[in-house]
């Protein structure tokens, strides 16, 4: 059975309070009314990877690196688009107070999968894996962290160790698109078949695309037939 997130956050028997400014939260987020509106909301966005696009995009429009080389991923969802106040929700769900953070994130994304008339469910949630080394310093792999209260309202199973990152990546950030892709190719390990149909991976962000791309494809060869993004946002640029 699939909750409204305001049920499923009901459940869980704490008043949702704003994480910005301390007002009474809204639809069952820890946020107010007002600080929800002020979030940078995807509205335009492309079909396929949801790259934002101009506000005078058709509805139905794709990026044109989709165009050109479609991603092996069917379709990402991302309710956000990179940026202010959302940039330090997600900084301070990764270095701070996690749990809080991640329920609000995690509610963002569910919401606005709810209402997506299209989406169909998936039959199982892959959060993207740390690699052991980072999961040390960090303590938790944020992908996780969103991905059960997910599984949860949609009652879906996570698999946590169905694919593991065998390669320590050095860090994405300032590499251009070519060079993430091949800083990421080869970095996931596929530890068993992939027994579900339709497979939703789950991450905070998608930068390029690269590494939900190269786990799409993993997860494509050990058998999964769709694999959909779950994203709580994603950046504007995809150089
Ligand atoms: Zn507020
Ligand atoms: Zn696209």
């Avoid at 909301?41 to 790259?51: E, I």
């Avoid at 696009?53 to 429009?61: G, K, N």
């Avoid at 009652?155 to 070519?178: C, E, F």
């Avoid at 993004?229 to 994603?234: E, F, K, L, Q």
Wanted: charged fraction near 25%.
């Amino acid at each position: 059975m699939v909750y409204k997130w305001t049920e499923f956050a009901q459940q869980l028997a704490c008043p949702a309070v704003c994480i910005l400014c301390g007002a009474k939260g809204h639809d069952g987020l820890d946020l107010c009314r007002g600080c929800l509106g002020d979030l940078p909301f995807n509205h335009h966005a492309c079909q396929r990877c949801a790259l934002p696009l101009p506000d005078a995009a058709p509805e139905d429009a794709l990026c044109g690196q989709c165009q050109r080389q479609p991603p092996k991923f069917d379709r990402c969802y991302a309710p956000l688009r990179y940026g202010y106040p959302l940039d330090h929700l997600i900084s301070n769900f990764k270095f701070r107070d996690r749990l809080a953070q991640g329920h609000l994130l995690a509610g963002l994304l569910g919401n606005f999968l709810l209402q997506q008339q299209q989406c169909e469910l998936p039959e199982l949630i892959i959060p993207v894996p740390l690699h052991v080394s980072r999961l040390r310093v960090r303590g938790f792999n944020q992908a996780l962290e969103l991905a059960r209260p997910l599984g949860k309202c949609f009652d879906l199973p996570i698999d946590n160790h169905l694919v593991i990152r065998n390669r320590a990546t050095s860090s994405q950030m300032g590499l251009d698109k070519r060079a993430r892709g091949k800083n990421i190719r080869g970095a996931f390990e596929l530890k068993g078949k992939v027994l579900a149909r339709h497979v939703a991976i789950v991450d905070d962000v998608v930068t390029t695309g690269s590494t939900v791309n190269e786990l799409a494809a993993i997860l494509r060869r050990g058998g999964a037939e769709r694999v959909d993004v779950w994203a709580v946002a994603r950046r504007a640029d995809n150089r």
